[in-house]
């Protein structure tokens, strides 16, 4: 387990931790904001900036990326055609699914616009 550390590419982890970061920004702001405020039965406020909500899912984002860095050089998956198939079955198999299973709660007041808009993100993302 230590080797695979030292052999991944850590420019292009950073690389797309940016690029999921940057999604992330654009998906749930310019993107399809007025839809997750909605979700959140928000859809009339103003959602607060904390330091949390930057840093927090930054933190998550680099963990699932090196995760998933660690797996495509585990499977020695080396083409684009097996990159997405890969993004595919992590994408619906881990993420959406999880997605979609936290959003089911009575904090959330439409879950499936939720699950969705959050799940696609991760599977766009991934």
Same mark, same amino acid.
């Given at each position: ?13 950073f ?23 909605l ?8 959602? @607060?900036?904390? !330091?949390?909500? %930057?840093?927090?899912? *930054? +933190? ?5 990326? #090196? ?18 198939e ?11 699914a ?7 709660? @009575?904090?959330? !007041?439409?879950? %499936?616009?939720?699950? *969705? +808009? ?5 599977? #766009?993302?991934?």
């Amino acid at each position: 387990m230590i080797n695979q550390f030292a052999n991944l590419n850590w420019l292009s982890i950073f690389i797309a931790l940016v690029a999921y970061s940057m999604l992330g920004a654009l998906w749930f702001t310019v993107l399809f904001g007025k839809f997750y405020k909605l979700s959140l039965g928000k859809a009339e406020e103003t959602l @607060p900036i904390k !330091p949390i909500f %930057i840093v927090g899912p *930054t +933190l998550c984002m680099f963990v699932i990326t #090196v995760t998933t860095a660690i797996l495509i050089c585990s499977l020695n998956i080396g083409s684009i055609p097996e990159v997405i198939e890969f993004a595919c079955i992590i994408g619906f198999g881990f993420l959406v699914a999880n997605t979609v299973n936290i959003a089911i709660n @009575p904090n959330i !007041p439409r879950p %499936i616009l939720y699950g *969705t +808009l959050s799940g696609a993100y991760q599977l #766009v993302g991934i």
